[in-house]
């Protein structure tokens, strides 16, 4: 069963935030949610777990197989993971304390001391690792790279990954960290003006073209099929599809040093809401 939305509204004191957004997200996947902030990130993630209701439309999620904590909670704080390790086995039967504890202790954390006396980037992998042990088909996860050191990073990356390849779970990850979801997410989904737009880079076959030009505006044979990204002096950045290169760059008397990098997530982000 995939997660479905369907013309969903969402108006919080009155001010719109998701206005009429249907979209599906394919099983196993990862997918990054990003967008400005105060754009709707959170809300989304909150009403795709029920935590808040649409004003209008149709979320279609099995409940009790979404993990989903609101990590500004003092939920995570009051209590010593073992505790966290019960509560949520209560509401989600699926939950893996084995796995739990086994990322816990790979990381030198204590199960048995308050969360509150944990490091910031302590409480952030004991948030992924709550996620990850969940068994929940879809896990939401809200900024859950925030704070981590290089080395736990590229861990919890990994596990999530294997997660997912595992048990077809579905994650989706709301962050401003745009750089972190190139190697971790298979889709983007950016909420821009209260619409979603999702963005898989594999099908959209675009590149990044670094080039040298020596003029103040570019031929129009490549502003038909490019988008600007950057100019500094005369080295230009721009995105486009990929088999349009050879035809366009092959006149080297025009352009100089052509160099084809890969998109993005934060090119997209530049080339949304720029
Ligand atoms: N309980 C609330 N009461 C009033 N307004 C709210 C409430 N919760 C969210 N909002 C408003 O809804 C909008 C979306 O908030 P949300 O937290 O979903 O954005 P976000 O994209 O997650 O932001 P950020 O990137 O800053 O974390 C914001 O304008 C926010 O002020």
Same mark, same amino acid.
């Given at each position: 069963?995939?997660?479905?939305?369907?013309?969903?509204?969402?108006?919080?004191?009155?001010?719109?935030?998701?206005?009429?957004?249907?979209?599906?997200?394919?099983?196993?996947?990862?997918?990054?949610?990003?967008?400005?902030?105060?754009?709707?990130?959170?809300?989304?993630?909150?009403?795709?777990?029920?935590?808040?209701?649409?004003?209008?439309?149709?979320?279609?999620?099995?409940?009790?197989?979404?993990?989903?904590?609101?990590?500004?909670?003092?939920?995570?704080?009051?209590?010593?993971?073992?505790?966290?390790?019960?509560?949520?086995?209560?509401?989600?039967?699926?939950? &893996?304390?084995? !796995?739990?504890?086994?990322?816990?202790?790979?990381?030198?954390? %204590?199960? /048995?001391?308050?969360?509150?006396? @944990? #490091?910031?980037?302590?409480?952030?992998?004991?948030?992924?690792?709550?996620?990850?042990?969940?068994?929940?088909?879809?896990?939401?996860?809200?900024?859950?790279?925030?704070?981590?050191?290089?080395?736990?990073?590229?861990?919890?990356?990994?596990?999530?990954?294997?997660?997912?390849?595992?048990?077809?779970?579905?994650?989706?990850?709301?962050?401003?960290?745009?750089?972190?979801?190139?190697?971790?997410?298979?889709?983007?989904?950016?909420?821009?003006?209260?619409?979603?737009?999702?963005?898989?880079?594999?099908?959209?076959?675009?590149?990044?073209?670094?080039?040298?030009?020596?003029?103040?505006?570019?031929?129009?044979?490549?502003?038909?099929?490019? &988008?600007?990204? !950057?100019?500094?002096?005369?080295?230009?950045?721009?995105?486009? %599809?990929? /088999?349009?290169?050879?035809?366009? @760059? #092959?006149?080297?008397?025009?352009?100089?040093?052509?160099?084809?990098?890969?998109?993005?997530?934060?090119?997209?982000?530049?080339?949304?809401?720029?």
């Amino acid at each position: 069963m995939m997660l479905k939305l369907r013309n969903v509204s969402k108006e919080i004191s009155g001010k719109l935030i998701l206005d009429d957004v249907s979209f599906e997200i394919p099983d196993s996947k990862i997918i990054g949610v990003v967008g400005k902030n105060g754009s709707g990130k959170t809300t989304l993630l909150k009403i795709i777990s029920s935590e808040m209701l649409p004003t209008t439309g149709e979320i279609i999620v099995p409940v009790d197989d979404v993990f989903y904590v609101d990590p500004l909670s003092n939920f995570m704080t009051n209590y010593s993971p073992k505790v966290i390790a019960d509560i949520i086995s209560a509401y989600l039967p699926k939950f &893996k304390r084995d !796995e739990f504890y086994n990322i816990l202790r790979d990381a030198d954390l %204590p199960v /048995d001391k308050m969360i509150s006396s @944990f #490091s910031k980037g302590q409480q952030a992998l004991l948030y992924i690792a709550c996620g990850i042990a969940s068994g929940a088909k879809y896990i939401l996860l809200d900024e859950p790279l925030d704070g981590l050191d290089v080395f736990i990073k590229d861990k919890v990356k990994s596990l999530l990954i294997e997660n997912v390849g595992r048990t077809e779970s579905t994650v989706l990850i709301a962050t401003h960290n745009l750089a972190e979801l190139d190697s971790l997410a298979d889709s983007i989904l950016f909420i821009k003006d209260n619409k979603i737009k999702i963005y898989d880079p594999v099908e959209e076959e675009q590149v990044k073209v670094q080039f040298v030009y020596d003029e103040d505006i570019l031929p129009s044979n490549l502003t038909d099929v490019a &988008k600007v990204i !950057e100019k500094r002096g005369r080295v230009w950045l721009v995105i486009m %599809p990929e /088999d349009e290169i050879e035809k366009i @760059f #092959s006149d080297t008397s025009t352009y100089q040093f052509v160099e084809v990098l890969q998109v993005t997530t934060e090119d997209v982000f530049r080339i949304e809401f720029s």
